[in-house]
């Protein structure tokens, strides 16, 4: 566990000092600088805008993160052949990849907690309160994040920065809309689209179900039931594109 976490911690550093993440982390507290303009000029609540472009743009600057920095992590080491120098040591492949993933993990959760603290002072300016309902929002994003990264890594280990990039990010948007295309295949006589729906929706991670921004920025009520069920279907979901990852990191012929 020493070695993991030695290499978590020194990815951890080069990641806090990438001009990458300060520069989506900037872009982030734009879009949260831009809901109080518009929750100035809007009829709606300004509470309600900032809540929704708050959590938005957290959820927008760590899938940022979690794509092109955590593709960039595995690429990099290759690119620059530093990836030798590491596994000559006495480190397995499984170890460094999964030593890369807590520490850009740990670099995303700097970036989840940055940005909550800034939508909760928000909150607090217009509404002076504690909105502790924000966590029910937060904590399914953070694990949303968490699992995105995983597949970053997953199709990094076999793939090119770029089409990681692609496969990555289809993931994330595809992974939004598997339920919608599943209702819309249920309406339609095409039987091949519903059997594609259908696949979809069951082999693609289901990333809807952990959005809770509608609850929570309408003030709605919240299963908790579900919220729990969500975040270990995340979790279980997380492992198993690890462990895939980590059999073909394994397996790849690194030259």
């Known amino acids: 566990m020493g070695k993991i976490f030695s290499i978590a911690q020194n990815t951890f550093r080069e990641t806090i000092r990438d001009r990458v993440f300060y520069s989506l982390l900037f872009f982030a507290l734009i879009l949260i600088a831009l809901s109080m303009i518009l929750g100035n000029l809007t009829l709606t609540k300004p509470i309600k805008i900032i809540h929704d472009f708050g959590l938005g743009s957290i959820s927008i600057a760590g899938t940022l993160i979690a794509i092109f920095v955590g593709i960039g992590m595995l690429y990099k080491e290759m690119d620059k052949r530093t990836i030798y120098t590491i596994l000559s040591k006495p480190i397995h492949r499984w170890q460094f990849l999964i030593g890369k993933y807590l520490g850009l993990g740990l670099t995303i959760s700097v970036e989840v907690v940055v940005m909550s603290l800034i939508v909760f002072l928000l909150s607090f300016y217009y509404v002076p309160e504690i909105p502790l309902k924000l966590f029910f929002a937060i904590v399914p994003i953070f694990f949303e994040l968490m699992l995105i990264l995983a597949f970053s890594f997953l199709f990094s280990s076999?793939?090119?920065s770029f089409l990681s990039g692609m496969f990555?990010?289809?993931?994330f948007v595809i992974g939004h809309f598997t339920s919608d295309l599943k209702m819309l295949a249920q309406g339609t006589d095409n039987v091949i689209?519903?059997?594609l729906s259908i696949f979809l929706f069951y082999f693609l991670p289901n990333l809807e179900a952990l959005n809770f921004k509608p609850e929570v920025v309408h003030n709605l009520a919240?299963?908790?039931?579900?919220?729990?069920?969500s975040i270990i279907y995340a979790i279980s979901y997380t492992i198993v594109v690890l462990l895939i990852a980590i059999f073909i990191f394994n397996r790849r012929d690194i030259k």
């Open 193 to 195: 689209f519903q059997k």
């Open 158 to 160: 076999f793939s090119s």
């Open 168 to 171: 990555t990010l289809s993931i």
């Open 222 to 229: 919240i299963s908790y039931e579900k919220l729990f069920f």
